[in-house]
Structure formats: C-alpha cells, structure tokens
C-alpha cells in the first residue's frame, strides 16, 4: 500500500490525472484508512508542492493542475471517509466552516469538514472568501455551536482576528466557538486573537472540536 501511497504523491506534485485517480482507487479498493490516505498522502503532497513552488521548481499553472487532480483523488476518498461515519455517534453540534476574505484555498477546510461530519458534527460550509458580515448572518441564522475558520496566506490569517473582533462588535462573541486553523496558523496566533481552538490538521481539529463542545462522541 505504501507503493500507491508514494505513487498518489508523485501523481500530484506532477499533476498526472490518471495516475493519481488510479492509484486512490487502488488505495480504495484494498480498504487502506481514508484518513491515512487524506493526510499521509494528499495533504503532504500539496505541502511538498508548495516547497517546491517556493524553490521556483513549479509554477503557478501547475500548481493548479495539481489542485484539480487533488480534487479528483478527494472525490473517491471522501465518500469512503464519508461511510465509515458511525450512525451512533451523537450528532446535532453545528459547525460553520469558512475559508476567510481574500483567501481561495479551500481543499484543507473541505478536508476538516469531510473528517468533522465522519465524527458525528453536523456542517454547514460557507465557502471560500467569506467575509465576516456573511459569517455574522449564518451565526444569526444557523446559531452554531463552532466557528471554524480557515487560511492559508500570511496576508489573510489577520482577517481571522477581524471576524472575532466583529463578533465582538456583534454581541455574538460570546454565543458561538471560534476555531482557527490553516498551514500558517499558529497555537500562539490563535491564542493572541482570542479565539477558542486551534488544530494543526483536520483529524486534530475533530478531537478539539469534540473537547470544546464537550462532546463524548
Ligand atoms: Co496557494 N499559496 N496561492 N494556491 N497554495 C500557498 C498557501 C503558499 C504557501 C505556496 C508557497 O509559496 N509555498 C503561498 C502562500 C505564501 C504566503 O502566504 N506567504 C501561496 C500563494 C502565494 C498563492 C497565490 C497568492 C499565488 C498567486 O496567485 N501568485 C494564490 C492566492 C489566491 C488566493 O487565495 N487569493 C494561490 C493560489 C493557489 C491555487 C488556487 C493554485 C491552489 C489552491 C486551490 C484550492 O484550494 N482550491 C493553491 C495551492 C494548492 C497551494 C499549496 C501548494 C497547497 C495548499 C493545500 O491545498 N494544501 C500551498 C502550499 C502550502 O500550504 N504549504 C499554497 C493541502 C491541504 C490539505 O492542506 O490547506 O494546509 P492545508 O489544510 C490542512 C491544515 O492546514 C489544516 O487541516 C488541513 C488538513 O490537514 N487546516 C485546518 C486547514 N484549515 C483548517 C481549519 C481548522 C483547523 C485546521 O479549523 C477551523
């Protein structure tokens, strides 16, 4: 397995559709952990692009290629990730997952959200280059128990700190759980922002979103 493992990476660090869709499937068909294809496969592979774009080894249109690949791969993964959700499981914790203002990257959050609704939450994703009015609306509407907001670029994690102080701002700080996350993230930012959680990846961010709603699933 760890062959079709290594052959998904290389697929989609060089953006090869058919290599990556067979390999997943491979991956698939002998039954190997979602989660452990998502996070030991998929997600390493863009991290390992993303150096390789710093190095100027790839270039932006390939990157996307790579990102449309990804997507295809995530399309067999999840509905197997989505499977082995246990119908026991308490469910009824709302979350809201965004992707905040100015910021596109959506595959990590679509990952948290995939592992979040596995785990029993119920989620409501609000997109990418979500603007903090739209968030205090779906807060008003949907009164989730989580706030979780994602970003992937140094010049967008600050809005995440803009969305809590408009919390505030809203009276709504005090009614909903803000969680933080994205590759630049860290535990110290989200300590400094005043926000509830933080979690480094998407199987970490069910365990804290389960010990912040107090959850016993
Ligand atoms: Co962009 N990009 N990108 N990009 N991109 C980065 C982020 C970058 C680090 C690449 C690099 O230079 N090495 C760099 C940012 C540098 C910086 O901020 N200083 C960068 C740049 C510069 C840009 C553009 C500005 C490039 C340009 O146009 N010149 C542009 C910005 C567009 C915009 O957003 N306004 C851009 C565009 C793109 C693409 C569209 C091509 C594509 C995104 C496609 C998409 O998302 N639909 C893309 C990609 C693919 C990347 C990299 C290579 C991979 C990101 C990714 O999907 N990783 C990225 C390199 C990197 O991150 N090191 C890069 C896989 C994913 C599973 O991981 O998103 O980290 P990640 O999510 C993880 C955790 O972070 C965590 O769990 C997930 C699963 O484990 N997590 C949370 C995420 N959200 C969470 C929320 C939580 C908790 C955990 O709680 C709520």
Redesign the pocket.
Known sequence: MHEDLEALKRALIVADMDLGIAAVQRLVDRDADPTWI??EG??VA??D???M??RGEVF?PE??A??EV??ACNAIVEPVLLARKDPDAPTNALVL?A?VK????????N??GAMLRTSGFDVHDLG??VGADTIIQAIRQMQPAII??????????PYQETVIKKLEAAGLRDTVIV???????TPEWAEKIGAD?????????VE?ARKLVGASQ
């Open positions: 998502l996070e998929m997600a863009m991290f692009l993303g150096e774009w710093k932006l990157v996307v790579s990102a990804f997507k997952l992707t100015g910021d596109l990257h959506d595959l990590g959050k990952m948290v990418k280059d979780g907001l994602s970003a992937l670029l140094t010049t967008t994690v969680m933080v996350g994205g590759a630049p993230v959680g933080y979690a480094n990846n998407a199987p970490e961010a804290i």
